[in-house]
């Protein structure tokens, strides 16, 4: 690896006892793999114990789901990858559940914003903490970045989860709305030099002012719809102090953030740093200490003020025209949800959030919401991918177990050889009883169904 910036060095010799040595010996090591699991599909992902299948090394303190693997496997050819059952996300990251856990009631409904979410590390992991009775807005400013934390988000199977293609900006609309925001804002990126060698490159002063000046916007635009005694969640992967400690520094004046207290245990050796004007504590990783890459986060709490709850538009009860009988053939706990159907799609709701789904989608460009069931015609459905990746599917489907070298052809949407079935029809296709995909089984031939865009490449 190149040299590392002597600016940066020069800022981090100020840091209470940074030991530069073990941070630049650190910078010439790998950068460790690590994945989180689905809560909701782990069944299928050998245990630790067993240390085989993805080859997992040890437990992430700070995330119950997450695991450092011994090596970096090809995740393309893994088709549990693209059933969802797994995210690969960087260690550090994952604290986020960490704080979360401390500064939030995660049993209570809550509304959350994911404002620069894409391709959707903190999404995935913060649909997994939340309850049903909770909401997910997940938002990415740039459009083909929007479209890539769609396709994870419908990976991850999640039903309270809305995709946003927003700025951060258009969120005024929304006052005094979440109860919780994720900022992870995009930064210079000095922390993860090890991993993304060539940011080296594109790294100067210059570049952390410009990204300082980007945070503090985004903050302003956004802390409006932040309800009082909300809680947001800020982070970076920089270790600049204009990106970090001093953005908390801003937020306790500019927008009269009160600072949350976290108590990490001293073994994981995060770093808690206090910031000059106002000690707000913040927590620093350093790849030297801890297995993971550069990472920042604070937490901060929106002072009480005059609060005026929004009114929600009540939604209007719809008389849908959907045939539900042949809903029922596909799903299960059909009673939950409400069903809309969107230009030629029938979207499932869960009822609980139809009204703050709705009310959404009046404000913000709203690019998944719920879950997209499939096509009505009127003897059956065309089922989608999405439906297929849900939670919703009834058990009465009809499915085929793949092995492994089918589970790729169907993946690459190649001839499966040797395919076997009894039946015809709309099957799932299935690699260790997890769900890949949809395809229609015909007398001859089977038709696959798995999405162009997703399709392996390699
Ligand atoms: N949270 C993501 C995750 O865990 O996978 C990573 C987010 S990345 C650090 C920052 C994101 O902010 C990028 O997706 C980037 O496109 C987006 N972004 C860039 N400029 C932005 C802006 N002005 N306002 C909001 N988001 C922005």
Redesign the pocket.
Known sequence: MNQLPENLLAELRLQQGFDEIAFLLAHQQLPNTSIRLNPKKKTAIAPLSEGEGLGMRSKIAWCENGFYLKARPSFTYDPLFHAGCYYVQEAS?MFLEFVLKQSVDLSQSLKVL?????????STLVASLLNENSLLVSN???KN?ATILKENLVKWGSENVLVTNND?KHFERLENYFDVLVI????SGSGLFRKEPNYLNEWNENLVSLCNQ?QQR?LADVWKCLKPNGVLIYST?SFSESENEEIADWMVDELQAENISINAPTEWNIVTTKSKKHKAQGFRFYPHLVQGEGFFCCAMRKQNADFEKPRLKKSKQKTSTINKSILSNWLTAIDAYEFQQKNEFVIAQPKSLIGEMEFISGKLNVIKSGINIGQLTHKDLIPDHELAMSNLLSDKIQKVELNFEQAIQYLKKEEIKNFESNFVGWTLMQYQHQNLGWAKVLSNRINNYYPMNGRILK
């Open positions: 990251s994911d404002l620069c979410a894409a391709p959707g590390g903190k990415e400013v740039i970045r951060p992870d804002a995009p930064c980007r985004i992967c």
